[in-house]
């Protein structure tokens, strides 16, 4: 019965310390001497060890923090699988087409698709971007330019249940909480634009416009030759701008870089 009680217990307080984590109260953590971290990794042995987690040994399954790893299904190491069994980490968007093709960006929290053990995607449940999670096990594959797609089965930490996500969707650091150029490493993201900085936003033919402040920024998570700055000393972040709200003119979009400094990260 003690058992038990002190079972209720923690689970209690865990839930407690996600409701923190996932309302975004890290400044209420901070100030009592908690890192965000660690809160999710607290989350993540919890869910564990009600779960009864085991690892490939057959051990009780440890949670570990592994902010080294490339994620989304990169590999760390040429020609080796990335082994996430094991990792805390996040759902977070990844190939964002339907929010970098319509001007739905804005339109928060972003959501992603769960997967059932078939891996046939499950219509009646769902994600939200940023949601930590424990690896449990994956079912990953070399793919095209020797990334690794798949699924990952996962325990989500804020509803404590089981679930797979594309392998394509999991990272391993909140990169939306890291600096601006960190961030557009790793992923979508939605930032503010006020100048600051008086360098004017720049298009690729080195063109300057005028964007109103407070005007809402998608960044983008990639920076292919076509899209690289011509002036990546002052406006190196790439950003998309619509200059329409009409998902029928989704077509009226620009691709602009800007200063750092201009931008502040809100999502």
């Not at 085991?54 to 570990?64: F, H, S, T, V």
């Amino acid at each position: 019965m003690r058992a038990e009680r002190r079972s209720v217990c923690f689970r209690a307080g865990a839930l407690v310390l996600a409701l923190l984590l996932l309302s975004g109260c890290s400044s209420t953590l901070a100030e009592q001497g908690t890192d965000a971290r660690d809160v999710t990794i607290l989350l993540a042995q919890n869910a564990a060890d009600e779960l009864g987690l085991k690892n490939a040994e057959g051990q009780p399954l440890r949670p570990r923090s592994a902010p080294e790893m490339k994620g989304r299904g990169n590999p760390d190491t040429p020609g080796e699988e990335p082994d996430y069994r094991g990792v805390v980490g996040y759902a977070a968007l990844q190939t964002g087409w339907e929010v970098s093709r319509f001007n739905t960006f804005t339109s928060t929290p972003w959501i992603l698709p769960v997967y059932g053990p078939d891996w046939t995607e499950q219509s009646d449940d769902m994600i939200r971007h940023k949601t930590p999670v424990l690896v449990v096990d994956q079912s990953i594959r070399e793919g095209i330019g020797h990334k690794y797609t798949g699924y990952l089965n996962v325990v989500r930490l804020d509803t404590m249940k089981e679930t797979w996500i594309d392998v394509t969707q999991f990272v391993t650091v909140p990169y939306w909480t890291r600096s601006l150029t960190e961030a557009v490493r790793y992923g979508y993201a939605i930032a503010v634009y006020r100048d600051k900085s008086r360098w004017e936003p720049i298009d690729r033919k080195s063109h300057r416009g005028t964007v109103p402040d407070g005007t809402r920024v998608l960044l983008c998570f990639s920076n292919p030759p076509k899209f690289r700055s011509p002036d990546r000393e002052h406006n190196p972040i790439l950003g998309i701008v619509f200059r329409s709200k009409k998902e029928s003119e989704s077509h009226f979009r620009t691709f602009l870089f800007f200063n750092d400094d201009d931008l502040d990260l809100i999502y």
